[in-house]
Structures are given as C-alpha cells and as structure tokens.
C-alpha cells in the first residue's frame, strides 16, 4: 500500500473546458469541463454509476476510481484523489490494493470524507474516515462486518449522525460517524423471479431515506425489474410510498410489495435505474429499458406523499436538440433550495451531456455538453451541487479494444457550472412614460437582473421578473441565478411600442 499526497497526475493538458472541439448542438449551451485523472486506468475505472465517488467540502475534490483489476477480483488497485483547485488538477491521497470495487463517498460540513468499500477476500466492508486535520492522509478504519458485496451505495444523514450502507446481498447497516455499526438487517429477499443486484438511496431535507434497486433474474444475465421502497424513522423501518406498511425482509421482485416502477412489457429486457433522488415532495428516477427494434430511456417522476406517478417521459428522454440514452447517468440539485433547479448528467450519442428542469422534473432543456465525443462508461456525479454552484462528477472513456484487457482506459473527472440563467428580452414603451422589458425563454431560475444604460453604465441589480419598467430603454442585461452565477451579457431587442 502507498499512501501519498504527492505527484500530479494530470492537469492542466487535459483541461478541455472551451478551447477546440466541435460547437455544442445549440446556442446557449454550457460546455462540459473536463480533466483527464488517469490516462491508464481499466476500463471499469469509474463501475457503478450510481455510487457516488465525487464529492466537494471546504477542503476540496474528492473522487475515487479503479486503477487496476484482476479477473479474480482479488487484487484491484484504487485511489483517492484530491484537487484544490476546483477540479483542474488532482493529487493522490491514499492507494492501496485490495479485493474490493470503486469506493463509495460521503462527506460532512467538517470536512470530514467517509470512504466505504467492500472485501470479497473476507466478506466484510470497511469504512475509512478521513480527516481534514490529518491532512487526509491517515485514515481511521473500521469494519462493517457482513456488508460485502459487488453492489452498494451509501448515504450520511446529517441530522442522525449516521451513515447507511446498502448492499446488494440484501444487507442494510446504519454506522455511526466514528465508525460503530448501530444496526444490521436483510432489507430484501429473493423474490420468485428475481434478486437484488444495484441498489441505491437518497436522503430529503427532512430526513425521509428512499431506496431502489435493480433486480436480476434468477441464473440469468437479465435485469428484471426496479422497485421503491421508503423510510421515515433512519431506516428502521419501511414502507411503500403512499404509506403501506412492508415486513422485513421484502420481497425484491415483483412478487413483492414494493412499488414497481418499470413497465409491464420490460420484464424480458434489460431495465436499469441509473439514478434516483427525491426533491421538493416528488420521486425522480433515470432509468434505460433495452427493448427492440428500439431501446427506451425513461425519466419518471412520482408524488412522494401520495406514491402515484405524475410525468413519465420516454422512449427518449430529450430536451430542444438533445436526447440522453445509456445505462448512466446522475441527478443533482441544491438541496437546501427550495424550488432549485434539477440536472440529469448522461451519455448524449457519446457526448457528456446535462439537461435540466425548472419546475423540478416536469419540463426538461438542453443545458451543457462536452465539445467531443468519448466512449463513455458509468457516468456518475455528486448528488449535491458544489458551494460554488457547479455539477460534478466522473466517467471512464473505454477504449476501441476490449475494456477489460486493455489497461489504456482514461477515466475523467468533469464540472458543470449550474445555475447559469439565460432569456431574452424586449422592450416595449409604456404609456404614461418609461419603457417595459419583456423576459421571454428564461431558464436557470434568475433570482436578479441588471439593466446596462445611456453611457453603457450599469445600474444596481433589482429582483427579477417577467416585466420589469424602467425609466429609459436599456441597451442589455446581465442576470444571476439563485445559486449567485453571474450570466452572460445579452443585448435587448427593441419591441415598438
């Protein structure tokens, strides 16, 4: 094992933020950022998507991938990386090697990075904590005994002061954050059809845990189906979403009681949740169903009180020019925002590619992407938006040659800048004096708007709205959104009288 907070591994060379490439698809759209962290990884660098292996605090980028694999499992090198400079260059925190997958990430408001893998060597996961005034580079560990598995994902809940460990062998354990293993239960069972294999959690402001999971059918390589279950009291208990009690443990298939959220006619293909979150009293789920002539990806939103579905979009989950489609893909938001805006990061024909919502999942617009196109595998981000209001995340690009035999795989880290707010305007002449601007096509939830003048000058900023009178006929306007991003300039069309 090497423990190090030492050389660069790539930097600035990588940095495709803007500079060259092909023109993203449509005007006003954000381009995906991107660094280049490993140029030599396996083509499973970044597997799961739906683990979180990017998170941002105060002291940080945090991110994990595989270096290395063996076809037994038993030896994968991994690493921790850590960038200080918002995702430009990363530095190696801690590496070792061991029988384990990608590890999983959380961190807390100390600063604190709490890292979960499994061992298949002894059947057990462990938590490492790391500590900002370690520098990170000692590591407390502890064991979660039982907890391994090929599949987990893993949540902190703040107000509990707890972590949940999901794994796919149906285990479910809550960790205190010094690392005690308070409670141990089988979640799920096998079902008549099925059994567990991906599952994943999101955590609401007010403390409410949903979960969801892939299942397989039994001795055969097909995703069967994907289910729902919730809890209010720390995952002690569960229960359907429209409130129906459930008996641990559940039934994982569709023989049991947990909400179904595929469609009838998908249980003979693959169907696969790429991601899950709850936000502002509403479900949200990404996931691709392989059938034929024509695969389908669905976004699906469901009512968390009442547990019926209200938008369902598919076969193709697309906005203005863009159509996300692939077994990957993550949501994100601002938490703390009430009414914030929703992104989906995915594979968009083999560019990284974002939409997002403004009304939290009704309606979806094309919102940034990468200037070139990749291989893209297991595309994963950070469920929260950073404090500086940006989308993270990672992805392996898999090269032309067999992944796994390979070794020359690159894996990525990418950022999105969120909240970058644009509309047009017009101005119309107002009777009794003044003129009145006419927002139209607003996006990003502006939060104020500023008005350019006689002289070119700049006048304070002012709350937004969709008709706003001044004075006199502005030349431009400058917006920002309710994550504080500063939008482009934009000239105003004068619209008569």
Known sequence: MVTRWGPLLFGATCWVASAGGEAPPSPGVARVELTCVDDAATGYGTFQSHNQ??????????????????????????????????????LVVYEATNATNPPVLETDEAGTVYLARPDFADGHAYLYRFAAKDAYAKPQITKIPGASAGKYCMMLDRVRNQLYFFAHNNTFHVVSLDGKVRSSRHLLRHGRHAVLQYPLLSLTRDDVLHAAWTTQKHGQYLYWDIHHLVSRDGGQSWSTMAGKPTTLPVVADDGG????????????????????????????FLYMAQTKPTAREHYVRYDAETGRQDVRIWPEFRGKTMSLMGLSGAFAARASLDGGSLYCVSNASGRIACLASDDNGRTWYDYAVSDKTYRPYSIGGCRELT??????????????????????CSVYFFRIQAGLSRAEATTVQTPGGGVTVKFADVRGQPAKVRFQGKGNRWRDWVPFRGHIKVDERPRAFQLTSRLGVVSAVYEIKDGGR
Do not use: C
């Open 53 to 90: 292996k990017v998170v941002s605090n105060p002291h940080g980028i945090f991110m994990t991938h595989i270096r290395t694999r063996n076809e037994a499992y038993t030896a994968q090198q991994w690493r921790l990386l850590r960038s200080v400079d918002g995702g430009k260059r990363f």
């Open 257 to 284: 009681p947990a909400q179904r959220i595929t469609l009838d006619d998908e249980f003979e293909v693959h169907t696969w949740l790429s991601s899950l979150m709850a936000k502002d009293g509403k479900v949200h």
């Open 387 to 408: 404090a500086d209001g940006y989308l993270i995340g990672s992805f392996t690009n898999q090269s032309a040659s067999p992944a796994e035999v390979s070794g020359k």
